[in-house]
């Protein structure tokens, strides 16, 4: 998407010339600076961004004088668009690149609170405001609006809504559109009647307000700085310059970093109830070119604003070129009268950013909105007042783009060829749509052909990765039923082996108690063997002892003769020679033998 449309200019003809001047408020004139006055802050230009920044210096009790060389908003303020939404003059792309998205995101912050300012100050001073605007494209690309919507929400918080061609087309009944990108955050206002409210708003707090005072010098220098005019003096703390293209007189420096651009703006005569059938949308609507076009409904009015040039006069013919442009657009308002008409000059630097920050100690500048001003203007103004009241430094997120010279006449001519150049591409850029659109769905399908390649590799890709990985687990499973099964053979053979040691202990220690047994045994059997030869030994020695003893006995009683009984005396025979051995009967010889046998067969 490009850039926000023209919304903050400065005067080149009298405000009397447009719509604005002819619906404004009442308004009085204020008295010119005819003396020496004292003040806390001296703010030159009075602006939007001179009231703004004068209104919330005295929401922080600080004093204020406001210089303003012609009548209160009679300049930019009261002739823009009355466009208020978010962003800058620059694209958030172009941010983004420049300073970091965190940084961008910060300055995009900044314009949306600048937004909801505007918005309070509306409830404040119950002025009308339409809520709503419609970006719309001038070619078929759904793709880029969902990219910008996508790229707004994801990166700055900023919701909007796609509308497709259909929605469009029945609201806006032109077949120039496509796609749009509605925010609903944004709406448009009566910027004159704004401003009037704020200069009441300023001089109610107790800020004073000098019209028909232009500032002509000023020294700068010391801690007290004094602005000067053709009439009085003003000596002040601080001083902020919100002049924009302005300044030159004052602070030649800063003129040469300001571009002056001008645009147009129209508004038709009542158009009654053909209007809303033509046009479905009350909020604010602009196209997404380079040198884009921006309208809105007015009541029966037609507002239409567009076209950016150097030169700063009203051309000739400009309510011919905005009736031949609506009805290029429009077919059904062919022919529509043209009440008001007028060019304004936008302050645009080098770098489409505002110029927001201190230039030196207690010398400070808001200016440069660059056609994006209703909401920054009052954003600056916050930024500007808590710097000076609080210390607060935000306004050094501004400090990268810095005060770049625009080149005088080189520079202008370079912008309105940069203008042409935007022309020639928008035209283009319509003109080679079909064309176009074949080539981006030629690239579109390239880039699906390569994308479904990208998906078969990544498949066969996923499935190889499934087989390693299946292989991998089989592996694994088989390595680790390998592992469980060593582990119970282990087990197992531990097992065993403790069965084993166990019963070899027992079979030890039974073997052992059975030696032991056995030992027992046989030292029994010695003992008993001892014992029954001992026994037979007594036996023998016994039995011999005995048979000695009846040997003996007998043998005694042998010898000895046995009493005979009484008988008849018997002569007595014949003595028989005596020997030296005794007579043995063979009785006793027979008894004898067998003693002698069994005392042999007792030692055998």
């Known amino acids: 998407m490009h850039s926000q449309p023209a919304n903050f200019m400065d005067a080149t003809t009298e405000a009397s010339d447009t719509y604005y001047a002819a619906t404004a408020l009442p308004r009085r004139k204020r008295s010119r600076l005819g003396t020496d006055v004292d003040t806390g802050v001296c703010i030159i230009g009075g602006g939007l961004a001179g009231l703004w920044t004068a209104r919330a210096l005295l929401m922080r009790n600080h004093d204020v004088v406001v210089l303003e060389a012609g009548r209160v908003a009679d300049g930019a303020s009261g002739r823009n668009g009355g466009f208020v939404s978010a962003g800058y003059s620059q694209e958030l792309e172009a941010i983004v690149a420049r300073v970091g998205l965190d940084h961008a995101r910060a300055l995009y912050q900044l314009s949306r609170e600048g937004v909801a300012t505007v918005a309070s100050m509306l409830s404040e001073i119950d002025l009308d405001a339409v809520p709503g605007r419609l970006s719309v494209l001038r070619y078929d690309d759904e793709e880029e609006v969902r990219r910008t919507a996508e790229y707004c929400s994801e990166k700055f918080d900023h919701d909007m809504v796609v509308w497709p061609t259909e929605r469009v087309r029945a609201t806006l009944k032109t077949d120039r559109y496509f796609q749009a990108l509605h925010d609903a955050e944004a709406f448009h206002l009566h910027p004159l009647n704004l401003a009037l409210a704020l200069a009441e708003d300023v001089e109610k707090r107790g800020g004073r307000i000098y019209e028909m005072s232009e500032a002509t010098w000023a020294d700068l220098d010391g801690v007290r700085k004094w602005v000067g005019t053709s009439a009085g003096r003003v000596r002040a703390h601080h001083v902020v310059f919100c002049g924009s293209v302005f300044v030159g007189r004052i602070y030649p420096k800063l003129a040469r970093t300001v571009l002056p651009v001008a645009t147009h703006v129209a508004v038709s ?31 029966e009015r037609l507002m239409w604003g567009g076209y950016i040039t150097t030169r700063t006069t009203k051309p000739r013919g400009l309510e011919r070129r905005f009736q031949h442009d609506i009805a290029a657009i429009y ?54 007042a808590s710097a000076i009241a609080e210390n607060d430094d935000r306004w050094r997120l501004f400090v990268p783009f810095g005060l770049v010279t625009v080149g005088g006449v080189i520079g202008k001519a370079m912008v309105q060829l940069v203008y042409w150049g935007a022309e020639l591409r928008d035209q283009y850029d319509e003109r080679t749509m079909e064309l176009r659109k074949r080539l981006r769905a030629w690239r579109k399908r390239r880039r699906a052909e390569a994308a479904a390649r990208r998906r078969e590799r990544a498949k ?34 531990e097992e065993a082996d403790a069965i084993v040691a166990e019963l070899r202990a027992k079979y030890d220690a039974a073997e052992k108690a059975e030696k032991a047994a056995r030992a027992a045994e046989a030292r029994r059997e010695v003992e008993e063997k001892a014992a029954r030869d ?48 005794p007579k043995i009967s063979k009785r006793k010889k027979k008894r004898l033998k067998r003693l002698k046998e069994k005392k042999d067969s007792i030692e055998a």
Do not use: C
């Open 269 to 299: 005569a009542p158009l009654g109830k053909h209007l809303p059938e033509v046009i479905g949308y009350r909020g604010a609507i602009s196209d997404t070119r380079r040198a884009f076009d921006y309208y809105r409904i007015l009541g």
């Open 331 to 384: 077919p059904q308002l062919e022919g529509l009268k043209i009440d008001y008409a007028w060019t304004g000059v936008m302050g645009y630097a080098v770098h489409r950013m505002p110029q927001i920050g201190m230039l030196r100690p207690g010398v400070w500048i808001a200016s440069a909105f660059g056609g994006q001003g209703l909401n920054t203007t009052a954003m600056a103004g916050d930024l500007i």
């Open 460 to 493: 066969q890709a996923t499935v190889r990765a499934a087989l390693r990985k299946a292989d991998n687990e089989r592996r694994a499973a088989a390595r680790a039923a390998e592992k469980e099964r060593r582990e119970v053979e282990r087990k197992a053979k």
């Open 534 to 581: 001992k026994a037979e030994a007594e036996a023998k020695a016994k039995g011999e002892a005995e048979a000695k003893a009846q040997a003996e006995a007998e043998a005694k009683a042998a010898l000895e003769p046995a009493p005979e009984p009484a008988r008849v005396a018997e002569p007595s025979p014949e003595p028989e020679a005596e020997t030296d051995e």
